[in-house]
Structures are given as C-alpha cells and as structure tokens.
C-alpha cells in the first residue's frame, strides 16, 4: 500500500500490521493529549505541584530527556568537526532521537508553563539575569539546529528525492552541516550547563549549591560533561531496542564499539569529577553553611544513601568501567547493561538535582516534603515517550536513516516476492 | 527583544544574552538561506551530477 515510499531495497512489515502498531501507541498519545487539555484548560491545580515543589515531575522529565538527548550534539560534533566518519553510519538517528528529546522537552515546558499563548514572553520580556531565559534561548534555538539536521533525512525519503529542488537542497544542506553541527554544540553547551547552573546558585538550598569558576558553579559543567556522556548512551539504547523489535541488525559492530568506547571515556573522566565535587561539597561547602552530609540522607522514607551510591557507583562507575575496556565493551550484553545503567545514572542524577533539593528540609523547623506526581502529571510525562515511539516508528519506514542497513541485511529473492 | 523594544538597556547582560541569541539565529537563517538559493539555482542549471 505504501510501499512506493519505502526505501529501495529494504524491507518492512506490512502496512496493516504497521498501523495497528501505531494505532495503540496513539492511544497512549490520546491519554497524555486528554490530561495535556486539562492541566491548559482548567489550570496547574490539576498537579500535585505545591509551595515546596514548584519544579516537579515535569522539571526532572525535561532535563532527563535534554541529557539524554545529548547524544546528538556530541555525536554531531564528533562527527561533524572532529571528523569521525566511522559515526555517519549513526548519526541520522542521533539526530532523531535528539529531535524527539528537545520537541519533548518543549511540549513538556508548553504545559508547565500553565499559558502557552504567552510562551514568547519569555524572548521578548526576558529576565536578562536568569540562567533559565538562557536555557530557554539556546534550548529553542538548538531545537531548531536539530529540525535542521533532521530535514535532509526526510528529504531523502524514496518519494521526496525524486523532486529535483529537494533533492539539491538536501545535498546543500549536508555540504554545510558541519556549520550548523558547531553552532548545536556551541548551543548545546550553553543550555546543558545552565540547567546544571541552576542548581548550583540555589544559595538558599544547600543540598545543590556549588562553589564554581566565575559565575558558573561547579555543576554548570558537571552537566554538559554528563550529557555528552551519557548522551551516546542513549543513543545506542535506542538503536539496540531498534534492532530487537525489527529483528534486523542496523548498525555495524565497529561503529557501536566505538561510541561505546567514546562514550566510556567521558563517563569516566564525568564521574572523577562528579566524585570529586561531592567529597568536596560533603567535606567544605555543607559544613559551610551549617549542615553534615547525614541531614541530607535520613529522616526520611525514600532519600538514603543508596540514592547518592546508586547514582555515582552502580550508574557511573560500573558503566564507565565496562565501556573502557575492550574485551567487556565487545561483550554484547555487558555493554548493553552498561548502556542500561548509565540512562539510568543520567537521570538520577537528574532527579536528584531536581526533586531532591526540594524535598531537603532546610529551615530547622522543616521536615522532609515527599512528592508524588498527580495522574496529569504523569500521563504528560509518558505522552512524549509515546509521541517518540511513533516518530522513530514512521522514520524508520520511510527515511533511509540507517546507511548500513541494506548491507547487513541481504534481503533473499523469496522475502522480497512476499 | 530589540535594540529598539523600549524594555531594551544597553548593559552587559542584555548585550551579551540577546547578542548570542541573534548570533545563533543569524548563523542559522544564513545558513539556510545560502542552501535554499542555491537549491534553486542548482534545480535551474541543473547538472545532474550531486551525490551525498
């Protein structure tokens, strides 16, 4: 039915079978849609948000999926300006992937902001000395280095090349793409820093404030060090899940291994640092402002230590570990838990320097205030992942995003007739 | 915000956000604008011979 515009030679599941497949993940997107059109029509009472946690479920969703979104800059840069060609093979879905993270990350802003209508405010009345009017710009203007990005792969499709102009225009824009991969990195570093410099000036919150260099505490770089990261991270997570529910292998071993690889070194120099800033922080800067390391880990039902050792020894040190090493990396399925584990290190870490800080008591009257998103909150939260699915699902169909996918899959005469 | 909206101060930090901002913003609109003009003046003289 729709086969004219999938891509030459390769092979895909019927059109019924497809659409069935999108049509229960759009029911998923109906859900988050409903609860998007009440949290706008009858206001962020629909939330569990309160005085204590005017940052919530949203806020950790948005930089967990900037973080993990960070695999397209960094693998753009890498490939783009430091001339990795073996990543070519992958940065098409780098740059999806990507694309889906920061379009989640504005859908998910559009609804926190309670009055999407007066979104623009925020580039016309801007609070010039706010961290966040600087993530703001620069997570807009990267969003549209990534639509950028991701254009020649749609122009690319089957169909659309067939148009002279489209077919031009997505030669140009590769020819210049090193222009707009420096600009997204430049972009990139800003805002992944920021959202990490947020926290570290919070002075009145001493689980997240940071002593730093000029006017950038130390998590400023903490972030965008994490995001590049683990950012590859989730890359190959989606190219493994990718591959198993197409049961085609789409990427070439050496291509993996060596952004695994990539991806290992910065998690493990990520994670010295990270160790470093919370020896310091626990040692000199709490005890600064009057408290001990155990305040911010007990009298509680859910914040211990396990969170703290969790994030930086299973999630950090363990991935870090088996990525650098040739012979766990090559290992298909230690590599995958290491991937597996490092997402999940990446957004603890995140909820952390989110939801954490504002569950800390501060004052001495205060006691610990737990959260639990509301059934909005939540539904908002999967609507992206859902959306996400959906948009991997028709560009996997009808774009050519994966360059090795015909050559690691020799389709047979009988399959094609079929 | 422009130089000539009335919220605009001419200080260090509406300079420096507002100049990266537009910085970003120009290299992109430039970029594009140099692809889709030379596009159409590859679709016109079309050669036939660009491959990526």
């Known amino acids: 039915m729709d086969s004219a515009l999938i891509p030459e030679g390769a092979k895909r599941c019927s059109f019924p079978k497809f659409a069935i497949g999108i049509a229960i993940v759009s029911a998923v997107v109906l859900w988050g849609v409903f609860a998007m059109f009440l949290c706008w029509f009858k206001g962020l009472n629909q939330t569990n948000m309160n005085d204590y946690y005017g940052f919530a479920l949203w806020i950790w969703a948005d930089l967990a999926v900037i973080a993990v979104g960070g695999g397209a800059f960094f693998t753009g840069l890498l490939r783009y300006i430091f001339k990795i060609d073996e990543l070519k093979n992958i940065i098409n879905f780098a740059v999806i992937i990507g694309f889906i993270c920061y379009s989640s990350a504005l859908l998910i802003l559009a609804i926190d902001i309670g009055q999407p209508l007066r979104g623009w405010f925020i580039f016309w009345h801007a609070n010039v000395h706010s961290m966040l009017t600087e993530v703001a710009f620069c997570l807009s203007a990267y969003f549209a280095v990534l639509t950028i990005e991701f254009i020649p792969n749609i122009l690319e499709n089957r169909q659309a090349n067939k148009v002279p102009f489209f077919h031009h225009l997505a030669h140009n824009m590769h020819g210049v793409m090193a222009v707009f991969a420096a600009t997204g990195a430049f972009l990139s570093f800003f805002h992944q820093g920021s959202l990490g410099g947020v926290a570290g000036v919070l002075y009145g919150r001493p689980f997240a404030v940071r002593e730093g260099l000029l006017i950038w505490p130390w998590t400023f770089f903490l972030f965008t060090w994490s995001a590049a990261a683990f950012g590859p991270c989730f890359t190959l997570l989606v190219t493994k899940i990718t591959e198993t529910v197409t049961g085609k292998k789409l990427v070439k071993d050496n291509v993996v291994h060596l952004l695994a690889k990539i991806s290992g070194w910065m998690i493990v120099t990520y994670i010295i640092a990270k160790i470093i800033d919370t020896i310091y922080w626990a040692l000199v800067t709490a005890p600064s402002l009057g408290f001990t390391l155990s305040h911010f880990y007990s009298n509680n039902g859910f914040y211990g230590y396990w969170i703290l050792i969790t994030e930086i020894v299973l999630c950090g040190v363990v991935p870090g570990a088996i990525l650098i090493m040739k012979s766990t990396r090559e290992n298909p399925r230690l590599r995958l838990i290491a991937i597996i584990l490092g997402v999940i290190g990446v957004c603890l870490n995140r909820w952390v320097m989110v939801l954490q800080i504002m569950a800390v008591p501060v004052m001495s009257f205060d006691t610990w205030a737990l959260y639990f998103p509301s059934w909005q909150e939540i539904a908002t939260t999967i609507l992206p992942v859902a959306y996400g699915i959906i948009l991997i699902a028709v560009a996997y169909r009808y774009l050519p995003v994966f360059p090795q996918e015909q050559e690691l899959n020799t389709i047979e005469p009988v399959a094609e007739a079929e | ?52």
């Open chain 2, 1 to 52: 915000m422009f130089p000539f909206s009335f919220e605009w101060a001419w200080d260090m930090a509406h300079v420096v956000f507002f100049g990266g901002f537009w910085y970003a913003v120009s290299i992109l609109g430039a970029g594009m604008t140099f692809c889709i003009l030379k596009a159409a003046y590859d679709t016109i003289n079309d050669s036939g011979d660009s491959h990526h």
